[in-house]
């Protein structure tokens, strides 16, 4: 069984290699006139000050969507990006999907360890139980099955 998708499907990506790994793992999957919405989060600080300056963030912004869209502009799919600014990164995510009224968020697990991931909460896994729309977690190694 090949899993493939069609309607409009958000990618959240967290930077430059997430976003071309995502990308390359979702293309091949794309169906003809399906939509991908990658969404990159700017994570504000809720109060304290923010790591960078909005025209950094903005600028590392465009390069993770550069890395993203050469993938997906060899699928059939179109391709928009979607950068958006919160204190939470997941519940940013399905925000972005509800207003673009996605289909589903589809994504690529991030290699990590799991001391950082108990320690600082593990994304990957919020995804998925928090979810407003299906959630589907690609493999890293792009296979189709």
């Known amino acids: 069984m090949t899993l493939t998708f069609d309607g409009t499907i958000v990618v959240p990506v967290g930077d430059p290699d997430d976003g071309e790994k995502t990308a390359a793992a979702l293309a091949p999957r ?69 207003d673009r009224e996605a289909d589903c968020v589809v994504f690529v697990p991030r290699e990590s360890n799991r001391l950082v991931e108990l320690l600082t909460g593990d994304a990957s896994r919020k995804l998925v139980k928090e979810g407003s729309v299906p959630v589907v977690s690609l493999p890293q190694n792009g296979s189709r099955e």
């Not at 060899?74 to 995510?93: F, K, P, Q």
């Open 30 to 98: 794309m169906e003809p006139g399906s939509r991908a919405v990658v969404v990159y989060v700017i994570e504000k600080a809720g109060g304290a000050p923010d790591k960078t300056s909005v025209e950094q963030s903005e600028l590392y912004a465009e390069d993770v969507f550069a890395a993203a869209r050469g993938p997906l502009e060899g699928s059939s799919a179109a391709v928009e990006t979607d950068a958006r600014y919160g204190t939470d990164v997941v519940e940013t995510i399905f925000d972005a999907a509800e």
